[in-house]
């Protein structure tokens, strides 16, 4: 049977493209591989964030994980955190990844390129360090992950070359599962992606239906007056047809058909009934996990089942390299 681990920072509100893009694929490879699924609040302190916004958000992504379907009978749901092996193994693996490898990261090219650089911290250059620990700790042979985060993955995968070229077969290889399919963009500005940052354009998982309703009405379309998938000059009705695809699993071209003799008012109406029939059930779930103790225990047994994986492999690295 195969391992699967993967995680969300918890950096701000869950998108509705966090729901399509992860958080309903993680319940797919629960049946049959062992699972792990983590918040990783670790990695939230790189950039910097409110130690409110952080405990809120830490619990939302754990609850909104299970109220997408994850079972904490087969998968393990813990905070990153709460498994201290993650903290130890980053010590050891930083020394065997490179500056130069580093420094070559296209994401903290990216973010640095956002920030004061002398005011950035040495946890957003590692950042790709830890995120090797987190994989490794728990021989994951497969890692579900945005096409942005391959590039850490492979800087993962060299790491276990010359980690087990030196000290013999220690670490597993990972293999990185990039997510097919849906893409799910701004409804502001459909030419970026759905993140966590614009408040008109990113529908979060947290929204009330009426809020909802209004982003989906209000989306930026084009003078066209026609239903047609064609990113390059119709972007809004093109993030439309791919957001009411994908969470009825149709295809973007039977849709387009069923839709291409309706008007924009009445297929973004459609649209606004499909995301609330999905999202309307996920947020009942969500609000009784939080409101209950349930979830506090589901944390506890995910991290306890994860720091038994975690400390084995965390054994044999240090057994390796001297430290005992």
Same mark, same amino acid.
């Given at each position: 049977?195969?391992?699967?681990?993967? /995680?969300?920072?918890?950096?701000?509100?869950?998108?509705?493209?966090?729901?399509?893009?992860?958080?309903? +694929?993680?319940?797919?490879?629960?049946?049959?591989?062992?699972?792990?699924?983590?918040?990783?609040?670790?990695?939230?302190?790189?950039?910097?964030?409110?130690?409110?916004?952080?405990? +809120?958000? @830490? @619990?939302?992504?754990?609850?909104?994980? =299970?109220?997408?379907?994850?079972?904490?009978?087969?998968?393990?749901?813990?905070?990153?955190?709460?498994?201290?092996?993650?903290?130890?193994?980053?010590?050891?693996?930083?020394?065997?990844?490179?500056?130069?490898?580093?420094?070559?990261?296209?994401?903290?090219?990216?973010?640095?390129?956002?920030?004061?650089? %002398? /005011?950035?911290?040495?946890?957003?250059?590692?950042?790709?360090?830890?995120?090797?620990?987190?994989?490794?700790?728990?021989?994951?042979?497969?890692?579900?992950?945005?096409?942005?985060?391959?590039?850490?993955?492979?800087?993962?995968? #060299?790491?276990? +070359?010359?980690?087990?070229?030196?000290?013999?077969?220690?670490?597993?290889?990972?293999?990185?599962?990039?997510?097919? /399919?849906?893409?799910?963009?701004?409804?502001?500005?459909? !030419?970026?992606?759905?993140?966590? !940052? #614009?408040?008109?354009?990113?529908?979060?998982?947290?929204?009330?239906?009426?809020?909802?309703?209004?982003?989906?009405?209000?989306?930026?379309?084009? !003078?066209?007056?026609?239903?047609?998938? #064609?990113?390059?000059?119709?972007?809004?009705?093109?993030?439309?047809?791919?957001?009411?695809?994908?969470?009825?699993?149709?295809?973007?071209? %039977?849709?387009?058909?069923?839709?291409?003799?309706?008007?924009?008012?009445?297929?973004?109406?459609?649209?606004?009934?499909? =995301?609330?029939?999905?999202?309307?059930?996920?947020?009942?779930?969500? +609000?009784?996990?939080?409101?209950?103790?349930?979830?506090?225990?589901?944390?506890?047994?995910?991290?306890? @089942?994860?720091?038994?994986?975690?400390?084995?492999?965390?054994?044999?690295?240090?057994?390796?390299?001297?430290?005992?």
């Amino acid at each position: 049977m195969a391992r699967v681990l993967s /995680g969300i920072k918890p950096t701000g509100p869950l998108t509705l493209g966090n729901y399509i893009g992860a958080l309903r +694929r993680f319940a797919t490879f629960q049946d049959q591989n062992e699972t792990f699924i983590f918040i990783a609040d670790l990695h939230a302190l790189t950039l910097p964030i409110e130690p409110s916004e952080l405990r +809120r958000y @830490r @619990r939302d992504i754990a609850a909104f994980y =299970v109220a997408a379907g994850l079972n904490p009978a087969k998968t393990s749901i813990f905070m990153q955190s709460q498994v201290p092996a993650h903290a130890e193994l980053n010590a050891i693996l930083q020394n065997y990844i490179y500056m130069g490898e580093l420094g070559r990261m296209t994401q903290f090219k990216e973010k640095a390129q956002q920030q004061n650089e %002398a /005011g950035l911290g040495l946890g957003l250059f590692a950042y790709p360090v830890l995120m090797a620990a987190d994989i490794l700790l728990y021989d994951a042979n497969i890692v579900p992950v945005g096409d942005d985060q391959v590039q850490h993955i492979e800087l993962a995968r #060299d790491l276990v +070359r010359r980690f087990n070229n030196r000290y013999g077969d220690i670490l597993t290889m990972p293999e990185a599962k990039i997510a097919a /399919g849906a893409r799910i963009m701004s409804l502001s500005d459909p !030419s970026k992606k759905m993140s966590k !940052s #614009d408040q008109k354009g990113d529908i979060y998982l947290t929204d009330e239906m009426p809020i909802i309703r209004k982003k989906i009405m209000t989306a930026v379309t084009d !003078s066209f007056g026609k239903i047609a998938y #064609d990113f390059d000059n119709q972007p809004g009705i093109a993030n439309l047809l791919t957001i009411y695809a994908a969470l009825g699993d149709e295809t973007i071209e %039977a849709v387009a058909k069923q839709f291409e003799q309706a008007s924009y008012g009445t297929f973004k109406a459609a649209v606004y009934e499909r =995301v609330s029939q999905a999202l309307a059930p996920l947020q009942e779930r969500y +609000r009784q996990l939080l409101a209950g103790s349930e979830l506090d225990a589901i944390l506890a047994a995910g991290a306890a @089942r994860a720091s038994a994986i975690a400390q084995a492999t965390l054994q044999k690295v240090k057994r390796a390299v001297g430290l005992l």
